[in-house]
Nanobody, 124 residues
Framework: QVQLVESGGGLVQAGGSLRLSCAAS????????MGWFRQVPGKEREFVAA????????YYAGSVKGRFTISRDNAKKTVYLQMSSLKPEDTAVYYC?????????????????WGQGTQVTVSS
């Protein structure tokens, strides 16, 4: 049974930082590309960042590029999202996801497995 468990969310002031973690189990983690998405009530889930199975390729939404960094530790079966210079518009539930594909990593429907999400709230 595949499980993705996010942690690290919370309340932070604008300009602050948070690091999200997503621990995976039940899959060959090093064979999966990983992504982070976010969603606010009433809106579609949107792509934030993705990383290839080897970590050699990283991809970002324009809204977070230069502020967020995605990384992974295959030995720990964990993917991270370091978020800096946070803005109130970054407030959302953040989800990690896994896909065996190495293309179209910004596509919501490319991912086979999802975590339960972690809330990030940025106050102004």
């Amino acid at each position: 049974q595949v499980q993705l468990v996010e942690s690290g969310g919370g309340l932070v002031q604008a300009g602050g930082s948070l690091r999200l973690s997503c621990a995976a189990s039940g899959l060959t983690f090093s064979s999966y590309s990983m992504g982070w998405f976010r969603q606010v009530p009433g809106k579609e889930r949107e792509f934030v960042a993705a990383i290839s199975w080897s970590g050699g390729g990283t991809y970002y939404a324009g809204s977070v590029k230069g502020r967020f960094t995605i990384s992974r530790d295959n030995a720990k079966k964990t993917v991270y999202l370091q978020m800096s210079s946070l803005k109130p518009e970054d407030t959302a539930v953040y989800y990690c996801a896994a896909t065996p594909r190495s293309w179209s990593l910004s596509g919501l429907y490319e991912y086979d497995y999802w975590g339960q999400g972690t809330q990030v709230t940025v106050s102004s």
